[in-house]
Structure formats: C-alpha cells, structure tokens
C-alpha cells in the first residue's frame, strides 16, 4: 500500500485517499488505518477520493464496500469522491451500486448516476384454459 493510499484528518473528516491501484493484501490494513483515525476523531465523517488514473476494479471495490461497512459500524456519514465514471458501472455489475453510494462521479456531469432496476411482478397459478368449440387463432 506504501504511496497507493493515504488516510488523513481534513476538513472534520477522515480522508482515504486511494492514488493508484491497490493490491488485495492492502485492504485490511487500510481499513485498519481508517478505523484507528475513526476512534480519534469523534463524529468524523468518512471520505473516499478516488484520485485520477486510479482504474475501477474489484479491489478497489472491495475497499470501498468495507469502509462503507466500516462507517457504517461506527454510525459515521461515508461519501465517495472524484470516483472514475467506470466505477459506478462496475459497482452496480456486482450488486453493490446502493450498498456503496458513490457521489460526484468523474466523467459523468451532470447526468444520474443512480440506475432503477425494473419491477416484474411473478403471476402464481395463472392458467389457461381452451373449451371444446372454441376457434383456433
């Protein structure tokens, strides 16, 4: 993780700011740090900058995905920053486009980020039935 991610007090929040691609061994010791800034400061937010050229894959949605649990825990407001527009993409592939709201999405200007999925509604014991003399279609 060394120069791929920082976690710093700024503004009243804490800030993890993720620079370049992370690797799967550094998410627990990123939550970790983020925790431990957590506990010192009290009713601190939680903010996530996902800086330019950093690409949106499954690591870094399993990052994002356990700060949001993370804050969630300790009853801390969680905002995604600067996010690649790719990311929301991805988040909502995996199921987790509501579980982890991402704000001010690069790329995207202006447009919703937020998807509906369509309702169906499932019709149980619904048959059809033919009489004897009716005509054929």
Known sequence: MAGNAQVR?????????????LARGDTAGLCE????FLGRVPGAGLV?????????????????ARLR????????????????????GLLGLV????????????GLSGLQAR????????VFGVEEGVEADDPAL
Request: charged content about 25%; overall charge negative.
């Open 9 to 21: 007090v700024a503004s009243g929040a804490v800030v993890v700011e993720i620079r370049a691609p």
């Open 33 to 36: 740090r983020a925790d431990e």
């Open 48 to 64: 996530c900058e996902v800086k330019p050229g950093c690409p949106a894959d499954l690591v870094l949605v399993d990052v994002l």
């Open 69 to 88: 649990l993370l804050a969630r825990r300790r009853g801390r407001a969680y905002q995604v920053r600067d996010a690649p527009a790719t990311l929301h």
């Open 95 to 106: 199921g987790l486009c509501e579980a982890v709201p991402v704000g001010d999405v690069a």
């Open 115 to 122: 998807r509906q999925t369509e309702q169906w509604e499932q």
